[in-house]
């Protein structure tokens, strides 16, 4: 079992930046694929960055060059560094994580970007 907690999330004028973090605690050493998917009001949750197991770390087009995705080992902690935001990232943002080839979520942070 894999527990995450986001953090992190608020409201932003467009511009503006926000680091989200998702903590990790469990049976950590299972973890493989490390990612940020984000829902919008009336739309599908949609991957916007990813830390495959092995491989080249992904972004969605919608954020490439704005959002960075990094994890801390020692801190057992998942990052979301997003600059330049924009109203179009408005959406409650969720941190997953592939233990053992099933998907884990955390709760959810909100994301508001006001124009």
């Known amino acids: 079992q894999v527990q995450l907690a986001e953090s992190g999330g608020g409201l932003v004028q467009a511009g503006g930046s926000l680091r989200l973090s998702c903590a990790a605690s469990?049976?950590?050493?299972?973890?493989?694929?490390v990612g940020w998917y984000r829902q919008a009001p009336g739309k599908q949750r949609e991957l916007v960055a990813q830390?495959?197991?092995?491989?080249?770390?992904y972004y969605a087009d919608s954020v490439k060059g704005r959002f960075t995705i990094s994890r801390d080992y020692a801190k057992n902690t998942i990052y979301l560094q997003m600059n330049s935001l924009k109203p179009e990232d408005t959406a409650v943002y969720y941190c997953?994580?592939?233990?053992?080839?099933?998907?884990?979520w955390g709760q959810g942070t909100q994301v508001t970007v006001s124009s």
């Open positions: 469990g049976s950590i050493f299972l973890i493989g694929a």
């Open positions: 997953n994580a592939e233990v053992v080839r099933l998907p884990y």
């Open positions: 830390i495959p197991r092995s491989g080249s770390t």
